[in-house]
């Protein structure tokens, strides 16, 4: 744990008294205020300029965004990048900033010099996780919000047993603020809240996922369970970092340059491996089962009670799959060789035909000038190894012919791009 | 003739600069040659021997003359003052500098043309009859339907890395001259029981180094659903085609391996999926199309006819012409004229620059400014008028271009071969060009008849020696070039497949061995009007390998 009183440059201080009484005093007049109030008073009054908002982007987070979204869509939310997230969990942050029309969230990454020093391999949370929680969560945030009097967070009373008495304001052991704006909120509360403005859900929520974390560190949460039950399950870990307690999560870490997961209009960091000898098909998590395995295993695969992805490669049947493709949180579509054309025709029948909606992404020998038929055949994710393929995307230069002749299924978007039904339209 | 909309241009547009693109990042060398050999075959752009060649697509064979001025050009230009019309109804310029390619492809945009898909493992430039819309003998148009499949199959993203190159040919006549028995999917016009007119579609034929006579899958599907069926036959062969082996990869194999019925199976299936999908063509949409191909103006002129055994007498090499080069015409008072591309001792299918202007011009004043190529190499004027014919003439006179062998023994379908291609075991067009010296003289090939000699360099038949009624193929034998010759071929609706009858013969031995088959028909066919083919067909193989070979 690092001892931010003592730690090297930063000033050590005694506690203020008055400002103790002064938040004992707030947490009176706002122990019946709903938790919009607390917040506007803590971005309009108590920490003007002064506050930022640190959400994990999990199961409940939207209450605490849309409220940021009432107060001020302006605010800095901030978002723990640890490089282990969901893929479900990367999304909900677009889904949000889209619809919530937050202009300001931020992602905070491990810094790269510290995964390559405590985890090149990406597997210390196996062994370690207070430590990956650490250099993933604690320190970027610390270096962050540190710059500000104090923070908001997404915590509730309910959550754990500990946190049966969190109060509205909190003063930290370094005179700062973190405010807790869903502290007296049940979980009823939450999901009434959620109902009146029409908040989507992660899309976790409804495979049974209650408190969303890093993927390796999440799982299931029993009906009846504690929601944060799932967090860390089967280790004597409750919360992570010191200071800085909130719904964040992570799981292999990823250092800058393997940031290989094109999406969304940026490479991103990876959650999923690949599928290796000696894996086992009931418990992996985060891993692209090659499709004959998963044939072979169905039913402990189904029953895997983790995240996990389907991997087709040429020759793979998909129809044999069709009814299952909605447990998979990701499908990579793998290319051998460039040339090897066979993964458009299981991309369209995967996303066309049996309706997939997730991450369909192609693996292998992506290169540049394939990229825009991938797009077309419904592949939205790209992971890239080569290297000027890369530059390409992230400069936003793929040189590509984006007027099709001939509808493509789904992934036709523009009117004007089919002949027939351009003359249709024209003609109406 | 189709044109251009503003989308078709802007595409064309962008796909040049996409290309252009490609071609500067091989020259700074970002791209290496093996990650740039893809990309210059989507774009017609090959490397052989000497340089790399440039393959234009001539889709269906239509052009105007506007088109062909800027072939010309850039024969002139970029290239040595010619280019190469091939069986595919392409051209080919086979001296253009990789640099040049971009500037090269930017002129061709200007005359709504490109290279798109002349090679590499796509649906590749789509072949149909070179009397398309003006023969007699037409159930219906072709050209519309091919223009359609032409924007259906343009950088279609599922299909562009099939297990090969898929050859797609069409027919609106029964008289089947784009060979469609012989490619990977052939569309044959045909009535259905209502009346309707629709497809028959053949899939598997080929020729290559496993000739392969395509197979009926369907006798008949509607215009409305053609684009569906054709999705449903790619797309299973692009799942279940081979690719462990380049030699097995095109579609003959899986439809000769997994058998005809079961490769119909498989496509209902998923036809009965993609059916009634956004590939429904609407029927609007092929009427839009269709007026572009609508008939010219013409002029309404009683049946005229010329006296072709009277020009005969008066001038032997024109009555010839007429005897030859001319296709009857739907429209009284017109005919569809061949030009020639296979003068004496020429390189079949070759024209120079000042020749494909001089075609063009006459294309302009007589034909409707339209023009087209034919997958026997040659050129075609398709509506011109009777009496404009000795003007015609005249104009071909002047420029060598007015050989009266339309489907002689001198009519020669060859491969660049060895001078060109990297792939050659021997060369083709020297042979070429002693056979249409040897059988030059006028009244010989007259005698002879129909009969269609087809060379090719090496195994990939690019020069149909399959279905030549004589084919001839370069191969090499401890590093000497022998040529194999075949019998009994034949492209059109009788699709037949040449026996091979011995072994292959030196250079020098092929045209007396030609003339042995030669002779031997003639002394063995029932009349005059028993065609090469037919004779053979009558007497079957011993005879012509006794000529061939003698007793032994
Ligand atoms: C000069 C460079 C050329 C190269 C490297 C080349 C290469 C090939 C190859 C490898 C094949 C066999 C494909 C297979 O069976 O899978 C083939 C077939 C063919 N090529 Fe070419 N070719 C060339 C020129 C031409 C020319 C000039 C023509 C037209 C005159 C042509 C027309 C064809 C045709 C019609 C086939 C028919 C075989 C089939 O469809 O099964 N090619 N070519
Ligand atoms: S949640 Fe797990 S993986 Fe993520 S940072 Fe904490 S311990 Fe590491
Ligand atoms: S047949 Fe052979 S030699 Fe002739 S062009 Fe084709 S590949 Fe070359």
Avoid at chain 1, 59 to 69: G, I, K, R
Wanted: negative net charge.
């Amino acid at each position: 744990m690092l001892d931010l009183a003592t730690a090297p440059g930063v000033r050590a201080h005694k506690p203020d008294k008055l400002r103790e009484l002064g938040i004992m005093s707030l947490n009176g007049m706002f122990d019946e205020m709903d938790g919009v109030a607390v917040l506007r008073q803590a971005v309009e009054e108590l920490l003007v300029d002064d506050v930022a908002i640190v959400s994990s982007f999990g199961a409940d987070s939207s209450v605490l965004l849309h409220m940021v979204s009432e107060v001020n869509k302006d605010l800095p939310v901030y978002f723990l990048e640890t490089g282990k997230h969901f893929p479900e969990t990367l999304d909900y942050v677009e889904t949000l900033k889209r619809q919530l029309g937050l202009t300001n969230v931020i992602a905070l990454h491990p810094d790269a010099k510290d995964i390559e020093r405590f985890d090149p391999k990406g597997d210390l949370w196996e062994t370690d996780p207070d430590s990956c929680c650490h250099i993933r969560k604690t320190e970027p945030l610390d270096a962050t919000v540190s710059g500000f009097g104090g923070w908001v967070t997404g915590r509730k009373r309910f959550q754990t047993a500990e946190r049966g008495v969190l109060p509205h304001f909190e003063l930290t052991s370094d005179d700062r603020i973190k405010v807790n704006p869903l502290a007296y909120f049940s979980d009823a509360d939450i999901t009434t809240y959620k109902l009146k403005y029409g908040l989507p859900e992660h899309p976790l929520y409804n495979k049974g996922y209650k408190s969303i974390g890093c993927a390796p560190c999440t799982s299931v949460v029993a009906e009846g369970e504690d929601p944060r039950a799932g967090r860390w399950r089967g280790l004597n870990k409750k919360e992570c970092g010191i200071h800085f307690d909130f719904n964040g999560a992570i799981a292999k870490p990823m250092a800058a340059q393997e940031l290989n997961l094109f999406k969304d209009g940026a490479f991103i960091a990876d959650p999923f491996r690949a599928w290796a000898e000696g894996d086992d098909a009931a418990s992996v998590r985060y891993t692209h089962i090659p499709l004959p395995v998963f044939l072979e295993h169905r039913e402990a695969v189904l029953a895997n009670p983790h995240p996990v992805g389907l991997l087709v490669s040429p020759g793979d049947n998909v129809e044999l799959v069709q009814g299952d493709l909605d447990r998979f949180s990701s499908i990579a579509i793998n290319f051998p060789a460039f040339g090897d054309g066979r993964g458009y025709s299981s991309a369209r029948l995967i996303a066309e035909r049996y309706g997939y909606k997730g991450e369909l992404r192609a693996v292998g020998d992506v290169l540049h000038d394939q990229i825009s038929h991938m797009r077309r055949c419904g592949m939205n994710a790209f992971v890239v190894k080569h290297e000027p393929t890369r530059k390409a995307l992230e400069e936003g230069k793929l040189a590509t012919v984006d007027l099709f002749y001939q509808p493509v299924g789904l992934t036709e978007v523009p009117v004007g791009t089919r002949p027939f039904l351009r003359r249709a339209l024209e003609n109406a | 003739m189709y044109r251009y909309d503003e989308f078709d241009a802007a595409f064309v547009k962008e796909r040049t600069a996409q290309f252009s693109d490609q071609v500067a990042r091989r020259l700074t060398g970002e791209l290496n040659e093996d990650q740039f050999r893809p990309l210059r075959l989507m774009n017609g752009l090959y490397l052989q021997l000497h340089a790399y060649m440039l393959r234009i697509a001539v889709p269906y064979g239509t052009m105007s003359s506007k088109q062909l001025r800027m072939l010309a050009r850039i024969a002139r230009d970029y290239d040595r003052g010619y280019g190469h019309f091939t069986t595919r109804q392409n051209i080919q310029f086979n001296w253009p500098k990789l640099r040049d390619i971009p500037k090269i492809l930017a002129d061709l945009a200007s005359v709504e043309m490109h290279a798109i898909q002349t090679s590499g493992n796509c649906i590749r430039n789509i072949t149909t009859d070179q009397f398309a819309g003006a023969t007699a003998d037409e159930i219906i148009d072709p050209r519309p339907v091919a223009e359609i499949l032409r924007q259906w199959s343009s950088l279609h993203p599922e299909f562009s890395y099939l297990p090969r190159k898929f050859k797609i040919a069409m027919t609106g006549s029964t008289n089947d001259r784009a060979a469609i028995r012989f490619h990977d999917i052939g569309l044959q016009a045909a009535t259905n029981a209502l009346g309707e007119i629709g497809w028959e579609v053949w899939v598997g034929g080929g020729l290559g180094r496993t000739p392969m006579i395509g197979k009926q899958i369907s006798p008949f599907v509607p215009h409305e659903h053609l684009l569906a069926y054709l999705e449903s036959i790619l797309r299973v062969y692009n799942r279940y085609g081979r690719r462990d082996n380049k030699y097995k990869a095109r579609i003959k194999i899986l439809v000769h391996e997994t058998g005809i019925d079961t490769i119909r199976e498989q496509v209902e299936e998923e036809f009965a999926h993609v059916k009634g999908g956004v590939l429904t063509l609407p029927q609007q949409e092929l009427d839009r199309i269709t007026k572009y191909f609508a008939q010219p103006d013409y002029e309404l002129v009683n049946e005229t006819t010329v006296d072709v055994a009277k020009e005969k007498i008066l001038n032997p090499p024109y009555g010839r012409w007429l005897e030859r080069n001319l296709n009857a015409h739907r429209q009284p008072g017109y005919v569809s004229v061949t030009i020639s591309l296979k003068p004496t001792g020429g390189a079949p299918g070759d024209a120079t620059d000042k020749q494909m202007e001089v075609v063009a011009d006459l294309a302009e004043r007589y034909s409707f400014d339209e023009l087209r190529v034919s997958h026997e190499q040659n050129l075609v004027l398709p509506h011109v008028r009777v009496t404009d014919l000795p003007a015609v003439y005249a104009k071909l006179v002047e420029h060598e271009l007015a050989e009266g062998n339309a489907g002689q023994i001198t009519d020669i379908i060859c491969c660049p071969g060895l001078d060109f291609c990297a792939l050659a075991n021997a060369r083709s067009i020297p042979l070429a060009q002693e056979l249409s010296r040897k059988f030059a003289s006028p009244e010989r090939q007259a005698e002879i008849g129909d009969l269609k000699i087809k060379i090719s360099g090496c195994i990939n038949a690019c020069g149909h020696h399959h279905v030549g009624h004589i084919g001839i193929l370069g191969v090499e034998k401890k590093g000497t070039e022998l040529y194999q010759i075949t019998v009994g071929g034949d492209a059109t609706e009788n699709a037949a497949i040449g026996n091979i009858l011995g072994h292959g013969f030196v250079v020098e031995d092929v045209p007396a061995a030609i003339e042995r088959l030669v002779d031997l028909y003639i002394s063995k066919r029932e009349s005059a009007d028993e065609s090469f083919i037919a004779a053979y067909r009558r007497l079957g193989d011993a005879p012509f390998k006794e000529a061939l070979y003698g007793n032994a």
